[in-house]
């Protein structure tokens, strides 16, 4: 390869662009505590059947088609369940279930319960669907969801929702405030 002459004049340009240059005297990094990245602890799965109290007996009747749905844990105002009623909390959330089985329908309830109070929905609606395909008008979600929303740990009411949000088919769900929250 040929050596490039350079002019005195390209010579002082560069020497004027790179500015001043100190010798290195030697070539190892010094690795500093900041440059190390933070660990962070691994997202713990979410026992979601645990929210659930198995040990609570519940006298639930078996509902109708047009049977209208309520419930207020034990220390809860009355009138709460009438501003529930009437909409007062508005609605944070929505879940439609109805068409999925029994199974299904428990599992996208458990994660959409979960999922509400994290993020700090005080008001959810749930659709159900009124069970006009159920044997001997016994509709199977409408019944089980009573069952799960009374056993559920962070339901604090629940009614049937008025008919403009899908009355006897649909609930609104009071829940508890996250922790988060509480302040």
């Known amino acids: 390869m040929a050596k490039k002459n350079l002019t005195p004049e390209d010579s002082d340009l560069f020497r004027q662009t790179i500015g001043k240059v100190h ?28 929210h659930l109290n198995a040990t609570a007996e519940f006298d639930v009747e078996k509902l109708g088609i047009e049977d209208s749905v309520s419930y ?21 959330a929505e879940i439609d279930l109805h068409g999925l089985n029994s199974n299904e329908a428990k599992r996208q309830l458990l994660h959409f319960l979960h999922y509400s109070v994290k993020n700090g929905c005080r008001c959810v609606h749930i659709v159900h669907g009124k069970g006009y395909r159920s044997e001997d008008n016994h509709p199977v979600l409408k019944n089980n969801l009573n069952l799960w929303l009374r056993q559920h740990q962070d339901v604090q009411a629940f009614c049937s929702a008025p008919p403009k949000d899908g009355g006897t088919g649909a609930v609104f769900v009071l829940l508890r405030l996250s922790e988060k929250y509480d302040e």
Not at 83 to 92: E, M, S
């Open 23 to 50: 010798a290195v005297k030697n070539d190892k990094v010094q690795l500093t505590a900041d440059n190390k990245p933070r660990p962070y602890p691994k997202a713990q799965a979410v026992n979601l059947e645990g």
């Open 72 to 92: 207020t844990a034990p220390g809860l105002q009355h009138n709460v369940l009438k501003k529930l009623r009437k909409g007062q909390f508005g609605l944070d």
